[in-house]
């Protein structure tokens, strides 16, 4: 019995997994290469296979399946008697299960719907900057919003509810408490940077023919171990990832001729979400379980071959070479050690998305305690500019000059989407502390970086994160891989170390 009833959800995990890729499909060709003209109908093919799949996932058939291998809330992993992987595929596949049929269809339609309308207006209120036409929209969704979170349920905080869709398991005081120690750090680092002389960026604002850095970007990405043959990179207006098949993982990027650290960065950025894509067992391939098991840890992966490695002194000692070979004219009165500090320059900024490796977590730490206050209702949404405001001079000494570039900068509230924010620093600390994991057991991994020599490393990710997609969840991973919880020390100790050297603090 046990077996057939196994097979029949494998087989519905398929199927859901077919069309989400085909969702991915539509979705990837409407960012790069699909005519403006097809919009409308796109939008009807997207919507259509949204209901399907939905459909698909909350189905009496799949509930009854759980109900027969003994799945519940109390045991989501099902009966004793099935093994290991059986338990862990249960467990995920139910949980998806409960938080689909949690929510009533007309919830969903109706976050849906107010969720484009918010973004629209949000992106008129941008341009105009102006907070109050997008006030009472936000405010709409927000209740809209805590009604998920009631739908969903929680223990202690309405936020661990939003919070657990991109970041399964982990809870609202685990973050609060991560990011109290990695805010005091950095602030602390931050202010002694901001105090020593500032390093010299120039040479990255130069003439970049972007043909040279599309040869250039993809020798790195193939060298990093991302397999061409299972994917492909295009351009697209906001870099992304995302993957239409085992088999097939794309990627885009973007280039600016007179800013040289966009198009690199991009690359090896998305190219760490790309092997971690690639990286999926066979015995998980097409299977539900085939997918990163949260944001944070997929962010870890692009940030890691990012921010660790690609940014790192070792890795330019490997490439600048070739780069200087690409860009003759660009390099020749600029030493290796001058390129080192121009790619690491820090500077406290109003935009999140052009922040720095240090001043970045602020960037998040800023939203994520706006965010929970807003759902809470501890901060009405007509108090969220000056917040905001208030909350920027503190962290980096700054404040913005108008909304735009402040409240207003981000895509994430205007589509409702609350909890979203602490993964891309949650990723951040957890590459710190799987790099330092990594170091431990490949003692030679710097040198290896310093030869553009790969395959240990990304052996060593495969191994420890890549092949096993959802088994874990993200707190299980890191504790299987480094021994302990989520510790914030590993990555300031390693901001510290490294921006203590380039400032000469
Ligand atoms: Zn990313």
Request: some cysteine; overall charge negative.
């Amino acid at each position: 019995m046990k077996e057939r009833v196994l097979q029949e959800l494998y087989k519905i995990g398929q199927e859901i997994k077919l069309l989400e890729h085909s969702i991915a499909l539509l979705g990837w060709d409407q960012e790069t290469y699909m005519p403006e003209t097809a919009i409308e109908e796109r939008a009807s093919q997207l919507g259509l296979l949204e209901t399907i799949l939905h459909t698909k996932r909350t189905s009496s058939e799949l509930g009854n399946l759980f109900f027969e291998l003994g799945a519940t809330d109390k045991t989501p992993s099902g009966n004793d008697d099935l093994s290991p992987f059986e338990k862990s595929f249960v467990r995920v596949f139910y949980k998806d299960y409960r938080k689909y049929t949690m929510l009533p269809s007309e919830l969903i339609a109706k976050l849906a719907h107010k969720a484009s309308i918010t973004q629209n207006v949000w992106v008129k209120a941008r341009k105009t900057s102006d907070f109050s036409f997008f006030a009472p929209h936000l405010e709409e969704l927000l209740e809209l919003v805590r009604e998920k979170a009631d739908r969903l349920g929680y223990e202690n905080h309405p936020y661990d509810a939003l919070l657990d869709e991109y970041e399964p398991g982990t809870k609202t005081e685990t973050v609060q408490n991560v990011f109290k120690t990695a805010k005091q750090d950095i602030t602390e680092l931050l202010s002694r940077i901001t105090a020593a002389k500032q390093l010299d960026d120039a040479v990255i604002y130069r003439n970049y023919p972007i043909d040279q850095q599309k040869a250039f970007s993809e020798l790195v990405l193939q060298d990093l171990g991302f397999e061409l043959s299972r994917g492909r990179m295009d351009i697209s207006v906001h870099p992304f990832t995302t993957t239409l098949g085992s088999n097939d993982v794309r990627l885009t990027t973007r280039y600016q001729e007179d800013y040289f650290n966009s198009g690199i960065f991009s690359v090896v950025h998305e190219g760490g979400h790309g092997l971690y894509e690639q990286g999926f067992s066979k015995e998980i391939q097409g299977n539900i379980l085939s997918d990163g098991t949260s944001l944070g840890i997929h962010e870890s992966q692009s940030r890691m071959w990012e921010n660790f490695i690609g940014r790192s002194y070792p890795f330019w000692h490997y490439y600048y070479p070739m780069l200087r070979n690409y860009f003759p004219k660009n390099f020749q009165d600029v030493t290796l050690d001058a390129f080192y500090r121009a790619i690491n320059r820090v500077e406290p900024s109003f935009i999140r998305v052009e922040a720095d490796e240090v001043t970045y977590n602020l960037h998040i730490i800023l939203r994520f305690e706006l965010e929970t206050k807003l759902i809470t209702g501890e901060l009405a949404v007509k108090d969220l500019p000056e917040a905001w405001n208030s909350a920027s001079a503190e962290l980096f000494g700054i404040v913005p000059e108008n909304d735009a570039q402040g409240v207003l900068q981000d895509i994430h509230w205007s589509m409702g989407a609350f909890g979203y924010f602490p993964t891309y620093a949650l990723g951040n600390l957890y590459a710190a502390q799987f790099f330092q994991s990594m170091e431990k057991e490949l003692p030679d991994c710097t040198k290896k970086i310093s030869q553009g020599s790969f395959e240990g490393i990304l052996y060593w990710l495969r191994e420890k994160i890549h092949r096993h997609g959802r088994i874990f969840d993200a707190e299980e991973l890191c504790f299987r891989i480094s021994g302990e919880q989520l510790n914030p020390c590993y990555f300031t100790d390693y901001l510290i170390k490294k921006y203590s050297e380039l400032y000469g603090l």
